[in-house]
């Protein structure tokens, strides 16, 4: 039985249909609100708005759950590959075997960019944060191929959705070496996506690689770091209506380039409130500086006056604990002595963590910690620098945008994305 919601304004009352999804709280359908009654709903910051329907990723913020197309997050990072992930968010199944060495293969040859590319980057200062990058070389991008891409057409849009994926770290490798002053790597066909980024970062023309330019060493990309890398990406794939992503459905809604959409994705991620927390976790350790110090920075949080935040707390959805960074504490455990993680920062995290969860300010707000609360110690074990540590979110949730973006494209009942005001001008 189809159930309804009455609400009553001035003693007339109004009838809107209750709509229920497959998993999480009912939908109040709200749409026909404003022709009926001629009043706006006002919810700024979208807490209780439900932009479209999905059957991508479902989260459950108090049960601390997430899945990708119906898969829990910890059977996905344990048992399958960050690629493997971007062809369920892309086709809806797992791949056998013989999918996942084709699409994986696919990506491997569509990784490189135009030689026009490098003429991009060396526009840009030296100084510039790899992010201003990104996001211009994948606007760039969007000049490159045409926009009109018929999506019923699955070898159509397999083509856009993989060479998007394929050329993100190529493109943020030419970021980080630009940022360097070091001459480009191409991509390497024989490696796979996780290591292939890591050798674009690492390797000197003639076959050397350095973790870091300052270490002199010739190093190797073990199986431990690709693993750890690639667990990264797969947290990172999809995490439904945030943000970037309702910034990218946004954009979309307007028959923007999908390019387009997703270089404002990337804009929108960059900030610290959303993906710019992983970069600024590390930077708040460092600036914390020592255990000695943990105290002061946790009542500066806490003080209603201080615009100070403990930068890896907190999330809008997860009330109760965010299951990536679950997943990420448990494999920054395991490496700590595989990857050598600096045990300063280790030392710092600890504290604030366990001070964090056991204080009544952090506890009545449900403030856990995040998964970028985690991925910064692991990155920085990966020679990886913090300026990096956003475009690394953008890598693994590439595959996210596209799934999301091609989700409203098919979506016969979407419209132009456009909210109203509560107008108090004069
Ligand atoms: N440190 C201290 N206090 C905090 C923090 C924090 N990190 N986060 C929230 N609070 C407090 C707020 O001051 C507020 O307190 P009040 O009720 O006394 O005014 C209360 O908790 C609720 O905070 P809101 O900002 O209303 O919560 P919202 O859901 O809008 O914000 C957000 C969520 C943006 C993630 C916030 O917790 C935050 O700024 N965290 C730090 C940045 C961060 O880690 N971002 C990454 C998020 S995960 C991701 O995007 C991948």
């Not at 059977?75 to 797992?94: F, Q, R």
């Not at 083509?159 to 980080?176: D, E």
């Not at 409130?273 to 110090?293: D, M, W």
């Not at 506890?363 to 910690?369: A, E, G, H, T």
């Amino acid at each position: 039985m189809k159930s309804i919601a009455t609400i009553k304004i001035d003693e007339k009352v109004y009838e809107f249909p209750i709509l229920e999804g497959t998993r999480g709280p009912k939908v109040l359908d709200i749409r026909s609100f404003y022709k009926d009654t001629g009043m706006f709903t006002y919810d700024p910051g979208f807490t209780s708005t439900a932009s479209c329907n999905s059957e991508i990723t479902f989260i459950n913020g108090e049960k601390g759950e997430l899945r990708y197309k119906g898969y829990p997050i910890e059977e996905l990072t344990e048992k399958y590959k960050y690629l493997d992930i971007c062809y369920l968010l892309l086709n809806s199944k797992l791949p056998t075997h013989e999918q996942s060495i084709e699409f994986d293969n696919e990506l491997r040859h569509r990784a490189f960019v135009d030689e026009g590319f490098q003429s991009l980057f060396n526009a840009f200062p030296r100084t510039a944060h790899p992010m201003a990058m990104l996001s211009s070389a994948v606007s760039a991008l969007s000049a490159f191929y045409y926009d009109h891409v018929d999506i019923s057409d699955e070898s159509e849009f397999a083509q856009m959705s993989g060479r998007i994926i394929a050329k993100i770290p190529t493109l943020a490798s030419l970021a980080y070496r630009r940022g360097l002053g070091i001459p480009i790597i191409y991509p390497d066909i024989d490696r796979y996506f996780t290591e292939n980024f890591l050798y674009m970062l690492r390797a000197y023309p003639g076959g050397k690689m350095h973790r870091n330019i300052n270490e002199k060493a010739d190093t190797k990309i073990s199986d431990i770091e690709v693993k750890a890398l690639d667990t990264i990406f797969t947290l990172h794939a999809d995490h439904e209506q945030n943000a970037s992503t309702t910034t990218v459905r946004t954009v979309a809604s307007t028959g923007a380039h999908p390019y387009g959409a997703i270089s404002a994705g990337i804009n929108a991620l960059w900030g610290r409130a959303h993906g710019g927390a992983n970069e600024s976790v590390i930077a708040q350790l460092e600036l914390i500086g020592n255990v000695k110090n943990v105290d002061k920075y946790i009542a500066k949080a806490k003080d209603p006056d201080d615009s100070f935040r403990l930068m890896g707390f907190g999330h809008r959805v997860y009330k109760n604990f965010d299951p990536r960074a679950k997943i990420l504490k448990k494999l920054q455990d395991q490496l700590k002595d595989e990857l050598n993680l600096d045990s300063r920062l280790l030392e710092i995290a600890h504290k604030i963590e366990d001070i964090a969860l056991n204080d009544e300010y952090f506890i009545k707000r449900n403030l856990y910690p995040n998964i970028d609360f985690y991925s910064g110690v692991i990155l920085t074990a990966l020679g990886i620098p913090k300026n990096m540590f956003t475009t690394i979110f953008v890598i693994g949730r590439t595959v996210g945008w596209i799934s999301q973006w091609v989700e409203f494209k098919k979506d016969k009942k979407a419209k132009i994305a456009r909210p109203r005001q509560l107008y108090l001008g004069l």
